[in-house]
């Protein structure tokens, strides 16, 4: 270990000593509570910083991570992320008076799960990231231990992960086995020099690998859990988990697959469409159904990973930038949303149905426009990033000659207006139950501007992030 | 006769393994999965790998079932023998659930079965002085510095959690 | 030795099929667990057999970063039933309805 190898990972290290510094002013006589979130911003804020001020580039750690565009590209995503959803959660954690330091500190860990799952270039770093950020969820959303959901959430979130990790590491042990190593260039030169000991066990080995990539990123049929924990856990963590594992779940996927696969695992594609045409089916047609709107959010972010699914299929430089692209979008309005839902729950998560949102333009005009503005980019109506991320994604994917999975995609981005759209129409066009304007605390107004700037801002100028993405999915190839 | 004592160590672990997942009575399933990891460790010193075999016990059949037992203790927890464990579960996610996981297992088995029988070829396993302590102690903290940090704070996560979700007040 | 190393391989993906059906079949929380771990150790088996296959050192320094992901796990997985407990009075996943639908 040298000084490049701290160097390439000193945004990681700045939020591990906020997080530690947090649980340190925890345990002081009288902790300043109110200030906490002021640390974990300042530490997620410097992380930001370090990351332009302090540029790496190369493998380091002995060849444990590797450092490039596509790393800054998601760090970048995962730090906003987090400072999004700590603000979201101060109005919530105050008002149910359950302002903690463990709180930020685990939001902070499992950011830094999230940055190595991306930095990873060994299998060994990805799990333990992976399990960083899981572990951290686990607690985070059985962070309310006196409500009986949040607990059930919590475990059933602990034990349906638990036993997807089952899988995962199942596959890298039956790759390990195949080639002989777990750094993502050795199996790599493994496969490609036919020194691996056998095709079937790789093969098998990736196989397991993706079903425990699915139940991360909860595709169909490995989303069993997410409507009940979306359901359950507090609303902010809601807002953190429906964004941050999904997000590193496919960065990790894709870095996988393209570094160490070199995109060679078409034994698998197959299995892949499929599942990427029943998450998107499944997911939609369910939230259908819903009522209460953070289960419709958890089904509309299941369809969601589908169509980002098709673009992890396609396997080209196109498909790629298309990926980043869409992340980039959903991450951000998704935060956006529960953020907003947030604020509109009421005492013992009530307000949570679609009744809850009638007259809300007449109630707060402003509030009520961002979250129709969410809805219009989550539903892909231009000229929202919503709609960018699906063009890119649908045309590399035609590119491709994967028509049949777009039509399929389309087919369902038209049935998923009609849910995306209730909530609107509840806004605009329905009598508000009273005509109280809705309380918009100061630390939101931050997350709705990004929203809007995001859903609106990148929909209309989108070459800002377009060259970005296309830097950072081009340092793959 | 290593041969014969792995077998025999295997069919204790398959055995103990297998009464776990049938039994309802969880004390019972605590005491046999102690058992089926010993089993485990016995086979790990077969293999040579004396570092991981000496971590079998102290922290699996030591550390985390002793956890295990204590919270079946602490909990008294009932068994379920009342309801026969099997098409019970047909009733959790419905019968399609049931009818899903069995057809996944089956591939499962089907795969993995294959891919061990793809193993045939290089049949034996060579011997080679790779598990003593002070090789993987060397790999650790060498190459494998930064997944040995990121372990430590996966373990603080899990401290901080434990004490703050199991804590009566805090 | 003279053990093959498909008959090990064969033993892991035995005893990882055991603890799903375990996951998949069974009600107790407590016992779910457990066949989870049953999981985790068919993994460090295979590790272990690749790695002396293979020769590299590699496959038990994994199993070593399993086995502290496992007790991490564990140690939250208890906690919470600990806290449900506190609750609901029960470790029975069939009394934990209040999310089904």
């Known amino acids: ?477 | 006769m290593t041969a014969s004592l792995f077998y025999l160590f295997a069919v204790g672990l398959l055995g103990a393994s297998l009464f776990v997942v049938l039994n309802p009575n969880p004390m019972y399933s605590v005491v046999a999965l102690v058992f089926g990891f010993a089993n485990l460790a016995a086979i790990y010193f077969l293999l040579e790998a004396y570092f991981i075999g000496a971590l079998q016990v102290l922290v699996y059949a030591g550390a985390i079932m002793v956890l295990f037992l204590f919270v079946v203790m602490l909990l008294n927890v009932q068994s379920d023998a009342d309801h026969p464990s099997l098409p019970r579960v047909f009733r959790i996610g419905s019968w399609w659930f049931g009818a899903l996981a069995l057809v996944f297992i089956g591939l499962f088995l089907l795969l993995v079965g294959r891919s061990a029988l793809a193993l045939l070829a290089p049949s034996e396993v060579p011997p080679t002085q790779i598990g003593s302590v002070s090789q993987v102690g060397e790999a650790l903290f060498t190459r494998y510095l930064l997944p040995f940090e990121l372990a430590s704070l996966l373990l603080t996560v899990a401290l901080i959690g434990t004490v703050f979700l199991a804590k009566k007040k805090i | 030795m003279v053990v093959p190393l498909h008959h090990i391989i064969a033993i892991s993906g035995l005893l990882f099929t055991i603890g799903v059906v375990g996951v998949l079949f069974r009600r107790s929380a407590i016992i779910v667990f457990m066949s989870v771990e049953i999981m985790l150790n068919a993994v460090n088996l295979a590790f272990v057999a690749f790695s002396r296959y293979h020769g590299s050192v590699d496959g038990q320094v994994f199993v070593f970063f399993i086995m502290t992901l496992a007790a991490a796990e564990v140690a939250v997985g208890l906690a919470i039933i600990i806290a449900l407990y506190r609750n609901l009075r029960t470790a029975d996943l069939s009394e934990i309805h209040e999310l089904k639908h």
Do not use: C
């Not at chain 1, 002021?38 to 444990?64: I, N, R, T």
């Open chain 1, 1 to 477: 270990m040298n000084a490049a190898d701290i160097l390439s990972t000193l945004p990681e290290l700045v939020l591990t000593v906020t997080a530690l510094g947090l649980l340190l002013l925890e345990v002081m006589g009288k902790p300043p509570r109110a200030r906490f979130v002021w640390v974990a911003l300042g530490g997620v804020g410097l992380a930001l910083g370090l990351e332009f001020a302090v540029p790496s580039e190369g493998q380091f750690y002995a060849g444990m991570i590797s450092v490039d565009l596509f790393t800054r590209f998601f760090n970048v995503l995962f730090l906003t992320t987090a400072a999004g959803s700590l603000l979201i959660s101060v109005p919530y954690l105050r008002r149910t008076l359950e302002e903690r330091g463990e709180y930020y500190a685990l939001t902070l860990f499992a950011t830094v799960g999230m940055m190595f799952m991306a930095k990873a270039h060994d299998l060994t770093i990805t799990f333990l990231g992976l399990e960083l950020l899981s572990v951290s969820l686990y607690i985070l959303v059985a962070f309310y231990r006196n409500r009986v959901r949040s607990n059930e959430a919590g475990l059933k979130y602990l034990l349906l992960g638990a036993f997807s990790t089952g899988f995962f590491l199942f596959g890298i042990a039956l790759i390990y086995g195949s080639t002989g190593t777990t750094h993502y260039d050795g199996i790599r030169l493994a496969i490609g020099s036919g020194e691996q000991l056998s095709m079937a066990l790789t093969v098998t080995g990736f196989g397991l690998l993706i079903i425990g990539f699915a139940f991360k990123v909860a595709l169909v049929p490995f989303h069993m859990y997410a409507p009940d924990v979306y359901e359950g856990a507090p609303t902010p963590i809601t807002a953190f988990v429906s964004t941050g594992p999904k997000v590193a779940g496919f960065a990790a996927f894709l870095k996988v697959i393209a570094t160490a696969f070199a995109f060679t695992t078409q034994h698998w594609w197959g299995i892949l469409w499929i599942l990427a045409a029943i998450t998107m089916t499944v997911g939609n047609i369910t939230a259908l159904r819903q009522d209460n709107l953070k289960r419709m959010l958890a089904f509309s972010g299941v369809a969601h990973a589908g169509y980002l699914a098709i673009a992890i299929m396609v396997g080209s430089a196109d498909s790629a930038f298309a990926l980043l692209f869409y992340l980039a979008a959903y991450a951000i309005t998704t935060l956006g949303a529960f953020g907003i839902v947030s604020l509109i729950e009421g005492e013992d998560e009530s307000g949570l149905d679609m009744d809850s949102y009638r007259g809300l333009a007449r109630r707060s005009p402003y509030l009520a426009g961002v979250f129709a503005l969410i809805m219009l980019s989550l539903a892909g109506f231009p000229p929202t990033a919503g709609f960018l991320g699906k063009f890119f994604i649908f045309s590399a994917a035609i590119d491709e000659g994967y028509t049949w999975l777009v039509i399929i995609a389309v087919v369902n981005s038209l049935i998923s207006v009609y849910y995306y759209l209730r909530p609107v129409v509840a806004m605009y066009m329905q009598e508000p139950a009273d005509e109280s304007a809705v309380a918009v605390p100061a630390f939101i107004v931050p997350v709705l501007l990004l929203v809007v700037l995001v859903a609106l801002g990148l929909g209309l100028f989108p070459m800002s992030l377009v060259k970005n993405s296309i830097a950072a999915a081009g340092s793959l190839f």
